[in-house]
């Protein structure tokens, strides 16, 4: 069998690329379904772009690679094509646009939008061979336990990274491309929970609170949650992307509050008051006599001089953790890393090593924030992939 474009993985990049390549367009994914990552994302709503996406929020080796594409297919585009299929959403936090229904409204839209350019999806089909003759690739596919032979002049990379590999995830896209010569940045989990020994927060788990986490140069104001086996929560997500191994992290537990003057003005109005009681009205008391016996929160304000309640604020607004490690791929949302930016070219994603073959989302080394940057990122460089492969072929 002969197509114009081999697709592999029915993920959101590989979608929006089958929706804008034009006919001749064959996408190829083992899973059962289409858009299982996009079905799960957001609590089953779908967290499907951010108002605030721009080139600032993503990391890579490039930083400049992703401007292109984002710049050509923005946040705004998404939510035209949203609003045209009719899909009510809404706003949360930060930007954060979710489906007010299921999240299989974007798997159903984006099938909609395949079927209306003339691409063909096979789903249950594993790859067994790939090879590039001098001319096209040619693929040997198992689909439903029968043997395939697809040949195609483009292929397209977009089977995303190793995260959530319980749903399939693998490194078949780094493998790919190191076939054909692309460098790889090496991959590690990002957007993931952090953990400590074992029973470090065990008291404490359950407990959620607002604060400001650093890590690797980036700070986040999003909330904390601990857990069993460490820190979770978007702020610990967040910077979990910027921390390295054997680093520290640091976490301001009252982002909002300046805890040095709060505390002189207690003491000027109600120096009798136990420090724990006053610091009980801004923090957890349950945080509060975790970080009693370190930080020595007991005594009557009345009896702290000020340089003890500088001292006492600076740890409060700077409490310094140093993390096991992290939760790793089982948990982790996005992978870090991936096909190196400068194998690629940024408005095509063309390999300029090898025309014909390109590398989308998730694969490519380019990843975004939480809340909604990483599928934005799959829909504008699934949307440049998709018209530069339609526009070589209305020009031959």
């Known amino acids: 069998m002969q197509v114009e474009t081999l697709i592999l993985g029915a993920g959101a990049a590989g979608m929006m690329c089958a929706a804008h390549a034009g006919p001749g ?8 379904a289409p858009g299982e990552k996009i079905r799960i994302s957001g609590g089953g709503r779908c967290n499907f772009t951010n108002l605030g996406v721009e080139p600032a929020c993503f990391l890579s080796g490039n930083p400049h690679f992703a401007k292109s594409a984002l710049a050509r297919y923005t946040q705004w585009d998404f939510l035209d094509l949203v609003g045209r299929h009719g899909i009510a959403w809404h706003e ?4 954060q646009l979710f489906c007010d229904g299921k999240a299989t409204q974007i798997v159903a839209m984006l099938m909609r939008e395949m079927e209306a350019a003339g691409a063909e999806l096979w789903l249950g089909t594993s790859l067994a061979e790939l090879r590039h003759d001098g001319e096209r690739f040619v693929a040997r596919l198992t689909r439903e336990g029968a043997p395939r032979k697809v040949s195609a002049r483009n292929l397209v990379l977009a089977t995303g990274g190793k995260s ?5 995830a693998t490194g078949l896209a780094y493998d790919i491309a190191a076939q054909f010569g692309l460098a790889i ?7 993931v929970p952090f953990t400590f020994p074992e029973g470090r927060f ?3 788990a359950g407990l959620s609170l607002p604060v400001r986490a650093s890590a690797g140069g980036a700070s986040f104001d999003e909330a904390m949650l601990f857990t069993h086996r460490g820190l979770s929560g978007p702020a610990m997500l967040q ?5 390295r191994e054997g680093e520290p992290i640091r976490v301001d537990l009252s982002p909002a509050r300046d805890l040095a003057e709060a505390l002189r003005g207690a003491r000027a ?4 008051r136990a420090l724990s009681t006053v610091l009980g009205q801004w923090l957890p008391p349950k945080l509060l006599a975790h970080l009693g016996e370190t930080l020595g929160l007991s005594g009557n304000l009345a009896d702290l001089p000020d340089r003890r309640l500088l001292a006492l604020a600076d740890a409060l607004h700077g409490w310094e953790l140093r993390p096991q490690g992290t939760e790793g791929w089982r948990t982790a949302e996005v992978t870090l890393g991936g096909i190196d930016t400068a194998a690629l070219s940024s408005k095509t994603f063309e390999a300029k090593a090898l025309p014909g073959l390109f590398a989308i989302g998730e694969a490519v080394d380019v990843t975004g924030w939480l809340g909604g940057y990483n599928f934005q990122w799959a829909w504008s460089s699934g949307v ?5 492969i339609a526009a070589r072929r209305a020009g031959s």
Request: proline content about 5%.
């Open 25 to 32: 367009t064959l996408v190829v994914d083992h899973a059962r």
């Open 92 to 95: 949360k936090t930060l930007g």
């Open 164 to 168: 959530i590999p319980k749903m399939g």
């Open 185 to 191: 940045v090496p991959t590690r989990a990002g957007l």
């Open 202 to 204: 065990a008291a404490l």
């Open 239 to 243: 910077v979990s992307s910027y921390w």
């Open 269 to 272: 109005t109600a120096g009798r």
């Open 384 to 388: 440049a992939c998709g018209r530069a």
